[in-house]
Antibody, heavy 119, light 107 residues
């Protein structure tokens, strides 16, 4: 059973950058995409974009373009999401999720990484 | 972007009740829809893919239906462990938008 293991909680200052990692231990990156979804406190789910671990190709939500970069390191089966120029509105739980190409669902989800942006 | 609306936004029901949650898309999305269950403090869990395909391990009291713009998630006999927020998500076109969620609790 594939699991996604994310990095730990972070506290950032406004204007700083954050980077969250997402590892699939023991499972090579192949045949699927890693998407990123965030959830602000008490709010709903927001799709941010994806990285194709095999090709490195990306697709970002328009809202985050210019501020987000999604990458991967296939040698360690890990994906990364970097978000820059943080504001308090970026305080949220960030999830990485797997989507098998062509599958109409996100599964599994990482455990989530809480990022707090505060001065 | 395709917008998803859900109704109701919240509901209270008793053990054993039949619960129905609706999800409507702003344009036709065939059956390119998933449903998730999220319990407090947990990551969402995939319940249903392709509008009506029950995922392994999900109790059979959950079912999904619909195509085009109107979809439904039904719990035939509500159990205490079903208290959660339920989200629909469309996979028809990017960005992969989510509905705003329906919170289900026990009466």
């Amino acid at each position: 059973q594939v699991q996604l293991v994310q990095s730990g909680a972070e506290v950032k200052k406004p204007g700083a950058s954050m980077r969250v990692s997402c590892e699939a231990p023991g499972h090579p990156f192949s045949g699927y995409l890693i998407h990123w979804v965030r959830q602000a406190p008490g709010q709903g789910l927001e799709w941010m974009g994806y990285v194709n671990p095999k090709s490195g190709g990306t697709n970002y939500a328009e809202k985050f373009q210019g501020r987000v970069t999604m990458t991967r390191d296939t040698s360690i089966n890990t994906a990364y999401m970097e978000l820059r120029r943080l504001t308090s509105d970026d305080s949220a739980i960030y999830y990485c999720v797997r989507r098998d190409i062509g599958f109409l669902g996100f599964d599994p989800w990482g455990q989530g990484t809480l990022v707090t942006v505060s001065s | 972007a395709i917008q998803l609306t859900q109704s109701p936004s919240s509901l209270s029901a008793s053990v054993g009740d039949r619960v129905t949650i609706a999800c409507r898309a702003s344009q036709g999305i065939s059956t390119d829809l998933a449903w998730y269950q999220q319990k407090p403090g947990e990551a969402p869990k995939l319940l249903m893919s392709a509008a009506s395909t029950l995922q392994n391990g999900v109790p059979s009291r959950f079912s999904g239906s619909g195509s085009g713009t109107d979809f439904t998630l039904t719990i035939t006999s509500l159990q205490p462990e079903d208290v959660a927020t339920y989200y629909c998500q469309q996979f028809n076109s990017y960005p992969f938008t989510f509905g705003p969620g329906t919170k289900v609790d026990m009466k």
